[in-house]
């Protein structure tokens, strides 16, 4: 599905815009018409419809292949324009907006009559979040709307986080791309819902964590979905990223928590061809078995981690063995991300 309009494109190849004014403004207008296109933020990059627009936001979902009841988050650059979505929302919510907005926190709230049902996969909420990229905010000012924009990438697949990854999946599904660079945050945004006056729950971890939520509000709750090794029976979406099996590669994700030589001893008992493991930087020296990096550290981590999942693939790998990272801070949003890349193919060694 591609929506129609004045200004709507062939979808023969996808339209590689700049930052520049100008290109913002052809994305902006692009967006007007009731097209998709891909913007950069922090996190990852975002597949962008007028959050207002149901056929727009319809053909999102269409060029993902996104299931219909995986919400989508929208962006917003001011308070007044979050205002203009949600309604009752908590004293707890401005005070963490004004400590971490602009940034990779999205506020699950009350939504008004004016967010279209298939922006929220029907529920009675929406979730809202303030980007700090600068061609993100932008492209919102001159749509003068909020944007829907889950990842741009294929549904279930490793998240975007360059140019190249949004033209691998999306080229010829949507109608333009503008290059932002590389993402600096690299894993989506911290998604939070409101338990209590004072209270918040962590639906889907992220840059921002529990311990920094702690400076803001009395209780943080980290939902059990996001700690289980086990598949979690999800009956209700609340937030993107709670499906069973996501940000997969082609590649089969094993999931590894020991400490290096506990790794090299488990690896070692299954040697096999196209094999490939994803360590630590620090690991590296003398390792015995094919092998790439993905940091020396969670935030690192968190930069590379769908970057080196997308390698992969390029590298024809068919078995990744991945050391896990830690799971807290910012480690936590990585080893999320890494249980549902392997199918919750977790192995303690």
């Known amino acids: ?11 023969k190849d996808i339209i590689c815009l700049t930052d520049s004014d100008s290109d913002l403004e052809k994305a902006a207008s692009l967006l007007k018409s009731g097209n998709v296109v891909a913007l950069p933020t922090e996190t990852v990059y975002g597949l962008a419809a007028d959050a207002t627009n149901r056929d727009a936001v319809a053909a999102v979902f269409a060029a ?4 219909a009841d995986n919400p989508l988050i929208i962006h917003v650059t001011t308070l007044e324009m979050m205002e203009q979505y949600a309604e ?15 940034g990779p ?13 298939i922006v929220t996969g029907g529920l009675d909420t929406v979730a809202v979040r303030m980007p700090s990229h600068p061609v993100m905010r932008k492209v919102i000012d ?22 190249k990854h949004v033209k691998d999946d999306m080229n010829g599904r949507i109608a333009a791309v503008v290059d932002g660079g590389e993402c600096t945050v690299g894993v989506e945004s911290t ?12 639906l889907r971890p992220g840059f921002i964590t529990a311990d920094d939520l702690r400076k ?21 979406v609340r937030s993107p990223g709670m499906k069973y099996k996501h940000y997969s590669p082609a590649a089969r994700v094993v999931l590894v928590c020991a400490d290096i030589e506990g790794f090299k001893k488990y690896v070692a008992s299954r040697k096999e061809a196209g094999m490939c493991c994803l360590i630590y930087d620090k690991d590296a020296q003398n390792f015995p078995f094919n092998y790439m990096t993905y940091g020396s550290d969670s935030e ?11 390698e992969a693939d390029e590298k024809g790998v068919k078995t990744l063995y991945v050391r896990a990272p830690k799971k807290d801070g910012v480690g936590l949003a990585v080893y999320n991300r890494l249980i549902r890349a392997a199918g919750y193919e977790v192995v303690e060694s």
């Open 64 to 67: 993902k292949g996104r299931p």
């Open 142 to 163: 001159l749509v003068g709307k909020p944007l829907a924009a889950p990842s741009a990438n294929l549904s279930g697949s490793p998240s975007p986080t360059t140019l």
């Open 1 to 11: 599905m591609y929506p129609a309009g004045s200004d709507s494109v062939s979808m």
């Open 216 to 236: 803001v509000v009395d209780e943080v709750i980290i939902d059990e979905n996001i700690l289980s090794d086990v598949v979690p029976e999800v009956k209700e």
């Open 300 to 310: 690192e981590q968190a930069k590379q981690i769908f970057s080196r999942l997308r």
């Open 191 to 202: 998604v939070i819902c409101f338990d209590g006056y004072d209270s918040v729950r962590i």
């Open 88 to 102: 009752d929302i908590p004293r707890s919510a401005y005070r963490l907006a004004e400590k971490f907005w602009p």
């Open 105 to 117: 926190l999205t506020m699950i709230l009350p939504k008004k009559s004016i967010v279209p049902e």
